[in-house]
């Protein structure tokens, strides 16, 4: 497939509002490809050539792409800028300038699917000395030989900004229409989203539909060492609304609420890895952890799901997540981070085990299956506080145990019910007593002024459209914050600049903040058709990517629920 054929698809995408519209585009051409092209497209379609779990990036900062437009067209640096920040976007400022080059490319090559998405993908493998020249290099040939039309979306797959609308919705839609058009849609979708659930990885599940069926998406299922994604909770009023939500037969299960890092462990022979939340392989950053599974887990083969908490060695208080963050990024001095700040694990559920996966088993069956196989120790790994109750008396006594041990709260499940990615009602709850917080994406900010005018001081927060794959400012974030949580969000902040205009800058979608506020408020000044009011930080969510950040949705139900 010509990569001006994608091309044609990204527009006409682009072109239109309509979500309907969108899978009817992505349907047609997923149907018309062969498989391995098909795997590539329908990574491509959402501006990824790897899995979203991958630990792997491209690597190319808005300002190296610059340099790379620079090196394909002659065209200087600051006049590149100039215009990127007239058009606002760097891939329509980069078709372009293709368009008027100033250098001809004498042996121009004609640009395929297959050459784009490979040479995509050998520049995630540079690392070291010289890696970002190696990566300019080759960003820079692929748009000496792109039309300009295909420097747009090259120049916008590169950096992580598509701008077509596409989300997991989308594409899970599209694959249901490309190969199974006489079906009935919810059977189809549901199929879909089990094997989506299991492979966290669309491609797959697209040839997996393409070559073999119902039949085959039926039967995609977990692997060790490629994580799926985790159960999330919805948050429950009170413990009278928690009960009613998941409440089994026999009542419901309760456990504490940690205040840390959630974390998806597998395990097969002494081989262990540690994934987070948003999938993150943090296994090099986690070696306690690793020692801690092989010394306490009974198991040649299994995934385990639980929470790790960081401590103070000197008392043995819990530390709160936001310290502990700070050994997720890290990549020196590990092991110095580990006599700082050492975790405990709290096990609390088993999702696959010995050959067999038990995600379709109910919990409280995980749960005895679980408590076989662990070994506790106190400090390093253990079993999440449990209690199974029908009792509205116990429940209660336990929530006040959970809050005296620095815990944020409990959650709430269904002793019968199977594990499910994501966020289903009636399987979990959480219980706090805080008023609920929001996870939101930075999206833009502005310069501060004084004192302060070397710090990014007003932040501009979205919430994620999962239907459209984009993100809609909720308000913004200026007031309550430390000399020190600013110079901290500047620096993260400063890579993802996209456009700068006087004191307002745009940044790509990739920091994730938790923030508290006073009540949400209709707008008609923000996208999201709402704003919040008095927005505070609570910390960053260095344990979360933008896939995981709140939803459209979630403010809508927040908003009704005041």
């Known amino acids: 497939m010509d990569y001006s054929e994608l091309a044609d698809v990204y527009e006409s995408l682009e072109s239109t509002q309509s979500n309907l519209e969108k899978t009817s585009i992505l349907a047609k051409a997923f149907s018309s490809l062969d498989k391995e092209e098909l795997e590539k497209v329908v990574r491509l379609s959402m501006g990824r050539v790897f899995a979203a779990w991958k630990d792997k990036e491209i690597g190319i900062s808005s300002k190296l792409m610059v340099k790379a437009i620079s090196k394909a067209t002659g065209e200087k640096e600051s006049d590149i800028e100039d215009l990127w920040r007239e058009t606002g976007d760097l891939g329509l400022t980069a078709e372009r300038l293709v368009k008027d080059k100033k250098q001809q490319t004498l042996a121009k090559q004609e640009l395929t699917v297959e050459k784009v998405f490979m040479t995509l993908q050998e520049m995630a493998t540079y690392e070291g000395s010289g890696s970002q020249e190696k990566k300019l290099d080759k960003a820079a040939e692929l748009l000496s030989s792109a039309e300009p039309r295909e420097a747009r979306y090259i120049t916008r797959t590169i950096i992580g900004d598509m701008r077509v609308g596409v989300g997991e919705g989308t594409v899970r839609d599209a694959i249901a229409e490309a190969f199974f058009p006489e079906e009935e849609k919810e059977e189809v979708k549901s199929k879909i989203q089990h094997a989506y659930d299991m492979a966290n990885d669309f491609s797959v599940v697209a040839r997996t539909a393409k070559e073999e069926g119902f039949s085959g998406l039926e039967e995609v299922e977990m692997e060790l060492f490629r994580p799926i994604q985790m159960m999330l909770a919805q948050k429950a009023e009170d413990m009278e609304d928690g009960f009613e939500s998941v409440g089994g037969e026999e009542g419901a299960v309760l456990e504490y609420k940690y205040d840390g890092m959630r974390v998806q462990i597998h395990k097969k022979g002494d081989e262990v890895k540690v994934f987070t939340r948003r999938l993150e ?207 901290e969000m500047t620096e993260k902040i400063k890579p993802l600049i996209t456009k700068e205009e006087g004191r307002e800058v745009d940044v790509k979608p990739d920091l994730v903040v938790e923030v508290s506020y006073e009540e949400l408020q209709k707008s008609p000044q923000y996208s999201s058709g709402y704003a919040l009011r008095f927005p505070r930080l609570v910390q960053i969510r260095e344990d979360l990517g933008v896939e995981g950040a709140d939803t459209l949705s979630k403010v809508s139900d927040l908003y009704e629920s005041q």
């Open 281 to 487: 392989d943090v296994t090099e950053q986690f070696p306690d952890i690793v020692d801690a599974v092989r010394k306490n887990v009974d198991a040649q083969e299994c995934v385990l799901d639980g929470e790790a908490v960081a401590y103070n060695p000197e008392d043995m208080s819990n530390i709160p997540f936001q310290k502990l963050s700070k050994r997720i990024k890290r990549k020196y001095g590990i092991e110095e981070m580990v006599e700082e700040i050492p975790v405990v694990v709290h096990l609390f559920d088993v999702l696959y085990l010995e050959g067999d996966s038990f995600i379709s088993k109910p919990l409280e069956k995980r749960w005895s299956k679980l408590k076989e196989v662990v070994e506790e120790a106190e400090y390093d790994l253990d079993l999440a506080k449990h209690l199974e109750t029908s009792s509205i008396e116990d429940a209660n006594s336990f929530y006040q145990e959970a809050l005296q041990s620095d815990a944020e709260g409990i959650m709430m499940k269904n002793p019968d019910a199977e594990f499910k990615p994501g966020s289903r009602v009636g399987y979990m709850v959480k219980l706090k007593p805080v008023m609920e917080t929001l996870d939101l994406v930075v999206v833009g900010a502005e310069w501060g002024e004084g004192r302060r005018s070397d710090w990014l001081g007003s932040y501009r927060l979205a919430c994620r459209d999962e239907d459209l794959g984009e993100f809609k400012v909720v308000g913004k974030m200026a007031t309550g914050f430390t000399d020190e949580q600013l110079e």
